[in-house]
């Protein structure tokens, strides 16, 4: 089945960037998510990518994929401590409709 | 606003009770999910409904079971709560033709459950 892996801890100085990895094993995943989780709270979708992507941007994120690899990273320009939180990647396989989440990163933003 | 509540956000209760947590949303999604998450674990699929006649096993489903009351509606119980069964529960929702199929989920704030 599809494994899904990510580091579990982050730590960055507040302005620097950030950049959280994720691996996973199944080469037909469709759609690839970031989640993001802030304390007491639920999963909140922070972007997607689409597998025939290799770069998305938004704002301060920046998603790469490297399908070769199996790489997905997100990287956070200007990293704020509103964005200490869990960030969780997902993957999609293609002709299944679940999503399978890593373990999920702490990112944790110190001044 | 259109939302995903969820209902205890706080449980604790003794091994051996049947426990019921319920998911209410207000957006029209046709499919729902549970979730369990565990300090590094991530999120596991216990359940989920493409609709309301359809109920299919997650990864995890072994001591769960679910009712999709309605669209609106999907309820998961614990039929004999035991220590293990100790995490937060997340209900889940998304709509694939509506998100241009990227079948985004929207998630509720969750439930901690502790079974003693």
């Keep these: ?111 | 606003d259109a939302d995903v509540t969820q209902t205890p956000r706080n449980r604790i209760t003794k091994t051996g009770k049947r426990i019921m947590l319920e998911c209410s949303q207000t957006k029209g999604h046709d499919r729902m999910y549970w979730y369990r998450q565990d300090p590094g674990l991530g999120l596991r699929l216990i359940y989920y409904s493409f609709d309301v006649k359809d109920i299919n096993k997650g990864e995890i489903s072994d001591g769960y079971s679910v009712s999709r009351q309605a669209q609106a509606k999907f309820s998961l119980s614990l039929e004999s709560a035991i220590p293990n069964q100790t995490a937060l529960y997340f209900c889940a929702t998304s709509d694939l033709r509506g998100s241009g199929r990227t079948d985004e989920q929207f998630f509720g704030p969750g439930t901690r459950l502790t079974v003693l």
């Design chain 1, 1 to 111: 089945g599809e494994d899904v892996e990510q580091s579990l801890f982050l730590s960055v100085r507040e302005g620097d960037s950030s950049v959280i990895n994720c691996t996973y094993t199944d080469s037909s995943s469709t759609y690839l998510y970031w989640y993001k989780q802030e304390p007491g709270a639920g999963l909140q979708l922070l972007t997607y990518i689409f597998s025939n992507m290799d770069m998305k941007q938004d704002q301060r994120l920046t998603v790469l994929l490297n399908k070769k690899d199996k790489h997905l990273s997100l990287r956070i320009a200007d990293t704020q401590t509103g964005d200490s939180a869990i960030y969780f990647c997902a993957v999609k396989r293609g002709g299944y409709n679940k999503l399978i989440f890593g373990a999920g990163t702490r990112l944790a933003v110190h001044p």
